[in-house]
């Protein structure tokens, strides 16, 4: 609805887990980077850490899809919803298994055990990605720490990584918080980086020149903590109010009114 007022080619500020709009803050390049290391050094498992909103789901993706360009094995999954049987068909699925709707945990799992063997055959990196363990059934969870513990040999390169909010961490039992090697938090943006963001956001989007005045984006980063989905909620309705109002930056009262008056962000 505002493109064309703002000279804009897209959206900026849509909610996506989309890799092209990634922004490489400190916190978020250091995230995948200790990815990395989990995978390069052949651990285990790890834990990503963040609040709600904050990017951990993107940060995946992007980690995700730098591991597929290389040509090794990585499933990414979310398992708030999932039950034993169909954690374990999602998996096999994205390990390229093609299993049968329906199959029971019980008949997946020898197959899941043989293609992680191998791949360490192949002397390839295996990568399992699972998102809002937080938010699992205690069955799935059982189900992720048996994965966790799957080809224990010396020469295996399994590494999985947990993915929750901080304050819910504790569902995930101390048995399995135990085996974690690396831990990786994801911070919110500072003032600063929230302005990089929206520059960099709106460039993406066919804009160039400052569109946000800096009390605006002081004042914006005030109001969302720094939380980048917050950050960018906030924004995509000051461009809608903005447009609508026809201004030609958006300014402080704007941010303000908008959080007031167009509705809460999201918490």
Known sequence: MYQAHWGLDEAPFRSRLDPRFFHPSPTHEDAVARLHFLVDDSRRLGLLLGSHGSGKSLVLEVFAQTIRRVG???ALLSVASLGPSELLWELATQFGLCPERGLRAEVLWPSIVDRICEYRYQQMPTVVLLDDV??????ALGCASRLVQIDPAPESRLTVVLVAQPERVSRLGESLLERVELRIDLEPWGPEETGHYLSAALAKAGRQEPLFAETAIARLHQL????????????DLALLAGAGRELETIDADTVESVYRELGAIEV
Do not use: C, I, K, N
């Open 134 to 139: 937080d938010q699992a059934s205690e069955p």
């Open 72 to 74: 090794w094995p990585v």
């Open 224 to 235: 969302t903590g720094g939380v980048p989905r917050r950050v960018s909620q906030l924004a």
